[in-house]
């Protein structure tokens, strides 16, 4: 037995040692870190605060996004703060059916889309169960996320009558000092067409593009007022034509650098909310 002991202490210090140095390293880095997952056709952004506060922003189109968390979350953190569901499409919602199962989950949004789909009416039971703080996300509502960073929520105003789920698609910016992120989600040129109208200062360094890079989003009107630097995509393979060619074009025209995670797997954008490093390299 003491034999044993012999091994097994020094061994367990080391293990203690890894992890406080991986715990400390973690926790030292002031950077806000904000990942598009590759989870394939389908839509899932992490983001991670300065202070390590997270926010998931769907979770794809299946229990891949759990798979995709474990490459950029310690593996001892089980909790996410806030998750956001853009609005009900399997593409962006069934993946956080499992979120929601695995993951202790503090703050959920939606619109309150009440879009008939069995994956939705699950969700929606397993924040009840949980007792999550759910919230409908309205314009005009402000996540105090960190010091100096917040995310505001664009759009929508109201729910308005659609069997597109699209229509009522929760746009988003996120801030953090000088540097601004606008998600999209899956906003077609409706939304777009609003936000310009509205008058909204929506000039930000990333843009994550409307949906999956499709024809129906990214209109140059819209671009003209975004002046992205970075244009991220999430696609996967798919048989709808994303991204479409002209807003590829769309979006070279506007200046702006280009990435996908069909090409460019996950794709991690830094900032200290002066300036901006990414993981890919063209």
Known sequence: MKKHFRYSFPLALAF???LL????????????????????QGDAIFIETPSKNQILVDGGPDKSVLKELGKVMPFYDRSIDVVILTHPNLDHLAG??????????????????DYALSEYVELKNIIKERRINYIKGRRGMKIIADKEVGLLILMPEKLIESKNPNDNSIVAKLTYGDIDFLLMGDAEKN??????????????????????????SSNPLFLEKVKPELALISVGKNSYGHPSKDILQNLAFSGASVFRTDVDLTILVETDGKSLTSNIKK
Do not use: Q
């Open 16 to 18: 203690i040692a890894v």
């Open 21 to 40: 140095f991986y715990s400390l390293s973690y926790l030292s880095n002031n950077k806000l870190k904000f990942y598009i997952l590759d989870v394939g």
């Open 96 to 113: 956080l059916v499992e979120v929601l199962k695995k993951y202790e989950v503090k703050t959920y949004i939606d619109a309150g889309d």
């Open 191 to 216: 939304e777009e067409l609003s936000l310009v109208l509205i008058g909204d200062n929506i000039e930000s360094e990333v843009l994550k593009v409307g949906h999956h890079g499709s024809k129906t």
